[in-house]
């Protein structure tokens, strides 16, 4: 992508076109690898979004003209794509609720930063009809239902799709149990008709809890286990995640010196479950684009073939002094083919295209095409 995204830019400046017009104009509205249409896609409105949330249209698209003290100040911009890629097995996830009106769901995956835990609690108590604070997720342990590795931008879709068809199949559970309670207000309704809300099954002015119907029963709990199979064989749909990346750099042509001042992303994620725990996944996807655009590299001894940089402690990253402002747009679009609520990654969409980004921003500021990673005071001297 940053080879793309870096070559569109120069083609852009070629031919005297605003870089977002040039993407506009060879706009794919299928999948140009296989002709299938997108099963969603967004990208249009995130260049359109992203643009005007980063104050693009005031931009003078002549290099080197724009300078604030001994500051060289450019723009520049990416787009951004990353693959749907379904996981290879089913997978599953177990929820029950107790007497007491309170639920537990569980799932094997793991919890590294994600946010996962709060998140599928909420998918959970959605699913459910209940209060998410009555809602806890369990996770962490190879014993539970099994979950694929969280990688690949994979783990909020097939997480969720084993959560929310556990937590479906519960709620359904239920509904089926109280319309067949002689005893309940529910008792001969239309399951169809009955809506779960705060842990409460309605139909009509009859109303039945999840609590007052385990309990009548002297049950202590009542549990379902579901599970998510991806789609098999080649799916007519192109999958991927789409998103625009926007940023500011200032150059110091003296010293070489690369300062990245704002960035702007405008991504098309599906359905967000969580706003909060995206957008700080974006968000530091970001960053890591801008490691690899101006710090992260190894480098080889030429004559032994041994690391020259052989530990973390010699191999430059981003820290908060690096970091510019941050700004996260979401464009939410719906999916019915990637999994069952929508849900697209954004673990890697972040950073992908972030890297082009801040390099056609180095050469609107400089007039210097850069085709290397990272871009070095070498580089600009």
């Known amino acids: 992508m940053f080879a793309l995204e870096c070559a569109m830019d120069e083609l852009a400046h070629e031919l005297g076109l605003d870089p977002i017009e040039l993407r506009l104009r060879n706009y794919a509205d299928a999948s140009p690898v296989s002709g299938n249409p997108w099963s969603s896609n967004g990208l249009r409105e995130c260049y359109q979004r992203g643009a005007a949330r980063f104050g693009w249209q005031d931009r003078d698209p002549r290099p080197g003209i724009r300078r604030e003290g001994n500051w060289l100040i450019g723009t520049g911009m990416a787009g951004a794509g990353y693959p749907v890629t379904p996981p290879a097995n089913p997978q599953r996830a177990r929820a029950r609720v107790y007497a007491d009106g309170t639920a537990v769901v569980q799932a094997a995956t793991p919890e590294f930063g994600t946010g996962v835990a709060t998140v599928m ?136 010196l690369v300062r990245v001042r704002r960035m702007t992303g405008a991504f098309a994620p599906g359905l967000v479950l969580n706003p909060k725990t995206a957008r700080s996944q974006l968000m530091g996807g970001m960053l890591w684009g801008l490691g690899q655009a101006l710090l992260e590299a190894n480098h080889m001894q030429p004559r032994t073939g041994r690391w020259a940089n052989s530990s973390l402690g010699e191999y430059l990253v981003a820290v908060n002094a690096d970091a510019p402002d941050v700004d996260v747009e979401f464009v939410e679009v719906e999916d019915s083919v990637v999994n069952p609520l929508g849900v697209k990654g954004v673990g890697e969409i972040g950073q992908v295209g972030s890297s082009a980004a801040i390099a056609n921003a180095v050469h609107h500021a400089t007039g210097r095409r850069i085709r290397k990673m990272p871009i070095t005071v070498e580089d600009l001297l």
């Not at 806890?136 to 690949?152: S, W």
């Not at 783990?155 to 309670?181: F, K, P, W, Y």
């Not at 029963?217 to 789409?242: C, H, I, K, L, R």
């Open 121 to 256: 609690a909420q998918v959970a108590a959605d699913a459910l009809g209940m209060p998410v604070d009555r809602c806890r997720f369990e996770n962490g342990d190879t014993d539970l239902p099994n979950i694929a590795a969280a990688v690949g931008s994979a783990g909020a879709g097939m997480i969720s799709a084993a959560v929310h068809s556990a937590a479906t199949a519960l709620r359904n559970q239920l509904i089926a149990r109280a319309v067949a309670d002689g005893a309940s207000p529910l008792h001969g309704a239309d399951p169809v008709d009955v809506v779960a809300r705060d842990g409460v099954m309605t139909a009509g002015t009859a109303s039945d809890s999840y609590a007052d119907l385990l309990q009548r029963n002297f049950q202590p709990d009542a549990e379902a286990s579901g599970s998510w199979s991806p789609p098999t064989g080649d799916v007519p749909y192109g999958m991927m995640t789409f998103g625009a990346q926007f940023a500011e750099v200032a150059v110091d042509p003296e010293l070489g």
